[in-house]
């Protein structure tokens, strides 16, 4: 099957999805399951797997965040992030150093668009910016 949309998804998606008390597990883990389903090539940034094998350790044994890294792995094409990335980063304005990564990084890849809970921190992005529900409403459509 080959997918219809190229989408970058933010750290907090995929954290929302891991982690069961967050308010939006339910709506990220439907989205998931459409990046594992094959029906969009999802993309992330390299450096939200160390942020996400941070974020969830309360939640999971080591074990556990080695075997979600694994799948996200296998599921996502995972983006390199280089000097010449961080520059533009900086490059961006932005007082948030991580979102301005992921922005460029979305950027560079040609990505259709954003999936994200905090819209807000990607205004300066090029590449539109759908939260989860509207990602999932446009995916479906």
């Known amino acids: 099957m080959e997918s219809e949309y190229k989408v970058f998804v933010d750290t ?29 090539m999802p993309f992330v940034s390299s450096h939200s797997l160390t942020d996400l094998f941070y974020i969830t350790r309360k939640h999971f044994t080591p074990n556990e965040r080695f075997d979600f890294i694994r799948l996200l792995i296998n599921s996502f094409a995972i983006l390199p992030e280089d000097s010449t990335l961080f520059s533009e980063a900086i490059g961006l304005g ?31 992005s090029s590449v539109p910016v759908l939260s989860i529900d509207s990602a999932i409403k446009k995916i479906n459509s």
Request: charged share 20%; hydrophobic share 45%; aromatic share 8%.
């Open 94 to 124: 932005s007082s948030d150093l991580e979102d301005a990564l992921q922005i460029v990084c979305a950027e560079r890849e040609n990505v259709d668009f954003i999936v994200t809970e905090n819209i807000k921190d990607f205004s300066l």
């Open 12 to 40: 907090n998606v995929i954290a929302n999805w891991l982690i069961p008390t967050n308010v939006s597990h339910s709506e990220a883990t439907n989205f998931m399951r459409l990046c594992f389903s094959g029906k969009i």
